[in-house]
């Protein structure tokens, strides 16, 4: 039986890195996870991924990266976006590289897996590979750094992630959008569909969680602190299924 299901947005944050596990920030450099890490993802598939649990892969309709190795090997590892093959467009170049680790029959001429710099990680700039301890020590006039307020020398402001998150954001829209029920007084109701269509956004903790926060209309300097773990699943959705009301969920139960 086909589940009806209403649009979500589930953010993944790739497995723990050397730099990770050291407390390095890590943008531009493409660090590789570690064993550890994909063994963290390979839990998080078996635990939130399959028919009938967290994310379906039925369910899916498109599934956006950052073109990192570390993010693109967590997308393998989770075995979304397998046809008959893993594919993936580039979306700054329109390259399109397949997965060694899937079958090799015919490739899909539009591939739902898209690598795009909307999810690269914030830029630290000077800060990159510093931990936050070091970071300090580089400001003795101002040591309590805070990334969604300071940005970063060198690297991003607030404002410019704000800018590149909103654009990936109003594209996601578009796509939840498409099949949306309009009540009287224009309400539009994001309903329960037999059509795929969640959203998977793969990518790295600082720019996640400021995904979130845009998500929901709030500033990244407002105060609010919202923290990925590595491998972990959050979830961004509807207040009753308004799409005037995007939300952060905080809990889901599993699925029957």
């Not at 967590?74 to 397998?82: D, N, S």
């Not at 680790?101 to 899909?108: D, E, I, K, P, V």
């Given at each position: 039986m086909v589940r009806n299901i209403s649009a979500r947005v589930f953010l993944i944050r790739h497995g723990e890195t050397s730099w990770s596990v050291g407390g390095k920030h890590a943008s531009f450099t493409d660090v590789p996870m570690s064993r550890e890490g994909e063994r963290q993802v390979e839990e998080t598939r078996d635990c939130y991924i399959g028919r009938n649990k967290l994310i379906d892969p039925e369910n899916v309709v498109r599934i956006y990266v950052c073109p990192q190795q570390r993010t693109k090997r967590?997308?393998?590892?989770?075995?979304?976006?397998?046809q008959s093959q893993q594919n993936f467009l580039d979306r700054d170049d329109q390259s399109k590289t397949v997965s060694p680790?899937?079958?090799?029959?015919?490739?899909?001429s539009e591939p739902m897996i898209q690598a795009t710099s909307w999810l690269n990680e914030w830029n630290y700039g000077e800060y990159e590979g510093l931990s936050l301890a070091e970071i300090s020590a580089r400001r003795p006039q101002s040591p309590d750094w805070v990334i969604w307020k300071d940005g970063c020398p060198g690297g991003e402001a607030p404002e410019q992630i704000t800018t590149r998150l909103d654009e990936l954001i109003a594209e996601i829209r578009q796509n939840i959008e498409k099949s949306v029920t309009e009540w009287p007084g224009g309400l539009q109701i994001s309903h329960a569909t037999r059509s795929a269509r969640d959203i998977v956004c793969v990518g790295h903790g600082h720019i996640l969680a400021a995904l979130a926060l845009r998500w929901v209309g709030m500033p990244l300097d407002h105060g609010m602190r919202l923290l990925m773990e590595p491998s972990s699943v959050a979830v961004l959705s509807f207040e009753n299924d308004d799409l005037g009301r995007p939300a952060i969920s905080l809990g889901r139960r599993m699925m029957r």
């Open positions: 967590t997308v393998e590892i989770l075995e979304l976006g397998v680790l899937t079958g090799s029959q015919g490739a899909s």
